[in-house]
């Protein structure tokens, strides 16, 4: 695209607060043409409902300042890819809110992929860290690209779990790509990178971050996925509006069972069930969105010894519940001998199931893996 159109892209993103609708809506006004919208503004303004704000900032921001972003992302070696474009996220094209114009480093293809988002909490437990690690390593073995948002917690997780498994993430960022928040994932930013991965954002170089500017950041997760997985979250929290955004895109989103039923936390995935959310109990539910699909998936590990190996992997606990199962064994058996509370072993053997680790018998459990 020529740099008078990224110009111009810019100008019109900036008019507008980060997820709005209007600039996609006025680009597509125009065939994907904003000069027409740009040179003859006053008179084009009037076809829009367009608030006071932006109207002011359509007036006042000039071709002149986003050349200073332009310069920018030069020097930094940030690279951007307009709505039209060919290699623009096909996925992210189908909703109104899509950004006209994004920022990036990496590898824009894997997109085009299989694509799976995976999100969490930032102060998740041991548990749910280790659950979203093996979740990604099983996508990796399917050839699926992993999406999350390189915060704490389960997104560190599920982005350091793909590249160990030698697969492709993406990482959406609610910052610019000139920001080093989180400070701890600047190594794992340019590992992404360096693995063939991809960090994307919408907010150009110099914006000042805002906390709002992550939530708004997750419909954009929710979006370029064909399926949310969610596997730990807090009433009120980014995750459940990743959840509910994808739910209201037509994705389907897992919720993984509640490890605590007694507080408001699991009200809040019980509200996304009942419009239209799935538990997760076993990880082939997951692959099962991609039957009668364009996507042919293709298992490329050596299953039993893959299998064996991630035993060797699993969190302690994970480790010690698969022995008290053995061969096989009775739920009241297990819960009686392992040293944890109830809901604990139960959330675990739980995970074991979607791990393909464990299979649910009428009076307990049997292992899977041999």
């Known amino acids: 695209m020529e740099k008078q159109d990224v110009l111009l892209h810019i100008w019109l993103s900036k008019s507008f607060s980060f997820g709005s609708v209007m600039p996609l809506k006025i680009l597509k006004h125009y065939n994907g043409s904003i000069k027409k919208f740009y040179e003859n503004l006053e008179k084009e303004i009037l076809n829009f409902k367009i608030t006071e704000k932006s109207k002011e900032n359509l007036r006042k921001i000039k071709l002149k300042d986003c050349e200073e972003i332009f310069s920018l992302c030069e020097k930094l070696n940030i690279k951007t890819i307009c709505y039209n474009e060919e290699k623009y996220p096909k996925r992210l094209r189908e909703i109104k809110s899509a950004p006209i ?5 990496g590898n824009l293809n894997i997109t085009f992929k299989p694509c799976i988002s995976i999100v969490g909490t930032r102060n998740c437990t041991q548990t749910a860290f280790e659950t979203a690690k093996e979740i990604s390593k099983k996508l990796v073995e399917f050839g699926i690209t992993t999406i999350s948002g390189c915060a704490r917690g389960i997104d560190t997780a599920v982005h350091q779990a793909t590249l160990n498994s030698d697969g492709f993430t993406v990482s959406v960022l609610g910052t610019p790509l000139n920001s080093s ?37 997750n419909r954009i997760i929710s979006a370029m996925a064909d399926c949310v997985v969610v596997v730990q979250s807090k009433e009120k929290s980014g995750t459940i509006i990743t959840a509910q955004k994808a739910l209201e895109y037509g994705k389907k989103v897992f919720f993984l069972p509640p ?45 039993n010894l893959k299998e064996r ?4 992997k699993l969190p302690e606990k994970f480790l010690n519940i698969v022995k008290i199962v053995g ?9 009686k001998t392992a040293e944890y509370k ?3 072993v139960l959330f675990i053997l739980t995970q074991l199931e979607i791990l393909n680790i464990l299979q649910k018998t009428k009076t307990g459990y049997k292992t899977k893996v041999n």
């Open 101 to 105: 114009i994004l920022y990036y480093y």
């Open 181 to 217: 928040y989180p400070h701890e994932n600047k190594e794992l930013k340019k590992n992404i990178i360096k693995s063939g991965g991809l960090l994307l954002s919408e907010y150009p170089p110099k914006t000042i971050t805002s906390t709002w500017h992550f939530p708004v950041r």
């Open 259 to 303: 490890s605590n039923i007694f507080n408001n936390n699991s009200l809040v995935v019980e509200q996304c069930l009942k419009k239209g959310a799935s538990l997760l109990f076993n990880f082939k539910d997951i692959l099962k969105i991609y039957e009668n699909s364009q996507y042919s998936l293709e298992y490329k590990a050596k299953e």
């Open 309 to 312: 190996q991630d035993l060797k």
């Open 327 to 335: 061969k096989e064994n009775r739920l009241d058996t297990i819960l």
């Open 342 to 344: 109830t809901n604990e």
